[in-house]
């Protein structure tokens, strides 16, 4: 499968079949987890959580027997390391038909908190349920999916632009990093509010948070900062396939800016 198709086909699963995936299933996630690096190098601490021994659960999660999450220490850049890291692994349990939603709200966070024993000084942004997707969405998914308008993205000239934020990108501009993109483009972000955007430069390619009206970064944490992580992840594991290595810095090009709007990243494309 490209990364393409994969990150097309990779969608939130609520609706689980009620059936705990096996010891293996469970182990080999978590050991693939343990091998992912980010270009933030800051270390994250897998766990999985038991629902039947540990009582934990989501109001829009049926059916699911286990969940995934991860702590991190609160440093800067902890929140697109998380994102970056926690999205290669739910791509992974897409590859393998295990079902997966990023959850950052709907749960009694304290509750998740406790079970991993969250120490002073670390996060544990976000968790998602594991399991095989049921054969039919519940009628709550279903309301959820139609609430974010989770099928659908912003377009290509609303999250791309070139050279800088007058010049909006089209697909049929961006040549070979078309496909690189859309990947970019399918991310799955809080609430679908897909707040990246990238400028295309003939040297880089520079990543930014708009940041949606209302959502400010937490107390805690910056959710729209995972999402960027996120972003990162698709970009990096598509030019990874088209053979380009992973070649991310901090260094702010100096561009000017709309509102709400900060830099994150960039990556050489010479
Ligand atoms: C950082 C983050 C937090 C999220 N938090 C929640 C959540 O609390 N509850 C939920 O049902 N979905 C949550 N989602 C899932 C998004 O709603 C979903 O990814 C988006 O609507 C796109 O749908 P898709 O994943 O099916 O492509 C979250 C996604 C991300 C990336």
Redesign the pocket.
């Known amino acids: 499968m490209t990364f393409l198709s994969l990150a097309r086909s ?3 699963v ?1 609706t689980f079949d009620g059936k705990a995936l096996t010891a293996e299933e469970l182990q080999e996630l978590v050991s693939f987890a343990d091998t992912v690096t980010t270009p933030y190098h800051i270390p994250i601490s897998w766990c999985l959580l038991d629902t039947e021994k540990t009582g934990l659960s ?1 109001p ?2 049926i059916g699911e027997k286990a969940y995934f999450t991860g702590k991190i220490s609160r440093v800067p850049h902890a929140e697109e390391a998380f ?1 970056y890291a926690f ?1 290669r692994v739910v791509l992974h349990a897409a590859e393998k038909g295990i079902g997966t ?7 009694d966070r304290g509750a998740f908190e406790r079970a991993v024993s969250l120490k002073e000084g670390e996060i544990m ?2 968790v998602s349920p594991l399991g095989r997707p049921a054969a039919k969405k519940s009628l709550r998914e279903v309301m ?2 139609k609430g ?4 659908s993205r912003l377009p290509f000239e609303k999250l791309f632009f070139q050279g800088d934020f007058s010049h909006p990108l089209s697909q049929a501009e961006a040549g070979k990093l078309s496909d690189v993109l859309e990947a970019v483009r ?7 509010y897909q707040p990246w955007r990238l400028i295309v430069t003939d040297s880089a390619v520079h990543f930014y948070l708009q940041r949606t009206k209302g959502f400010g970064a937490g107390r805690v944490f910056d ?1 729209q900062k ?2 960027i992580g ?1 972003a990162l992840c698709h970009f990096a594991l598509a030019m990874e396939e088209a053979g380009r290595g992973i070649r991310f810095t901090i260094a702010d090009p100096g561009i000017a800016l709309p509102e709400r709007t900060v830099y994150i990243a960039s990556y050489q494309l010479l």
């Open positions: 990779r969608r939130s609520r989501s829009v999660i994102g999205e939603t990023w959850i950052a709200g709907t749960m942004p976000c959820m999916r974010v308008s989770a099928d399918l991310a799955p972000s809080a609430c679908n959710t995972i999402d996120i």
